[in-house]
């Protein structure tokens, strides 16, 4: 935990990125909902109605589907940078999904973020790589702090504890679609992990270190930081297996 997050109890979230009022700003921010909602598969049709405006217009403005998603992206990407920035406090301290789930005014844009983990692509890219780099600062102060056990690998425990977070969401919402309200959605999911992720990372899951132990022996590597503890007791060869 960051001395930013401890010391930053609120901070209100990043406006969305600006609209001109234009036809073809408001054919993106509906285009930026549909696929929240409907994923990425929905059609030009379907689009253009929300939007209020014929098929025909939506080509016109943007060549194609697939440009109108490009554009989508760069809206979105757009947002989220201008979020971490001015929230940097609680986006650096592992809090940057809290902050664009607190307000609904978001859901469109967060939703088209959990739309496109499950899908891949440039924004889940760079969103993922957001949080890894976020999660790299504020974990190097946790272990300097003395509150977090260094590691063998920092940089490869980090990207594991991200993926497996942001994994876990992006299965929750496919086997839990959130409909219109992904806002509360994600809400409900990270209040759901709490407890489990807290108990996890202070109490840890295996009784001891043997299996870490054995790995290190059998890759050869010699152990770093967060290597076996010259204290620590481990197997013998009068052990059982």
């Not at 973020?113 to 924004?123: D, I, M, P, T």
Request: some cysteine; charged content about 25%.
């Amino acid at each position: 935990m960051s001395s930013a997050q401890r010391d930053e109890p609120s901070v209100e979230p990043a406006a969305r990125p600006a609209s001109d009022g234009s036809t073809r700003e408001r054919i993106r921010d509906a285009a930026v909902l549909r696929f929240a909602r409907s994923g990425f598969s929905a059609s030009v049709r379907a689009v253009a109605a929300d939007a209020g405006v014929s098929p025909a217009l939506v080509i016109h403005h943007f060549g194609s589907k697939d440009a109108l998603h490009r554009v989508c992206d760069e809206h979105v990407l757009a947002w989220i940078v201008e979020s971490k920035r001015q929230n940097m406090g609680r986006a650096t301290g592992g809090q940057l999904l809290q902050v664009l789930a607190e307000v609904d005014e978001y859901a469109p844009l967060l939703g088209y973020v959990v739309r496109s983990l499950q899908a891949g692509g440039e924004v889940a890219r760079a969103f993922v790589q957001h949080m890894v780099d976020d999660a790299q600062v504020y974990t190097a102060e946790a272990v300097a702090a003395g509150i977090a056990r260094p590691s063998v690998d920092e940089e490869a425990r980090v990207r594991y504890l991200v993926l497996s977070s942001l994994g876990a969401l992006s299965l929750a919402m496919t086997l839990d679609p959130p409909g219109d309200d992904i806002n509360a959605a994600v809400r409900t999911y990270l209040a759901d992990q709490r407890l489990p992720t807290i108990e996890l990372f202070t109490q840890g899951f295996l009784t001891d270190r043997r299996m870490l132990d054995d790995y290190l022996l059998y890759v050869g590597d010699p152990p770093a930081a967060g290597g076996p503890d010259p204290e620590h007791t481990t197997r013998t060869t009068n052990e059982e297996p």
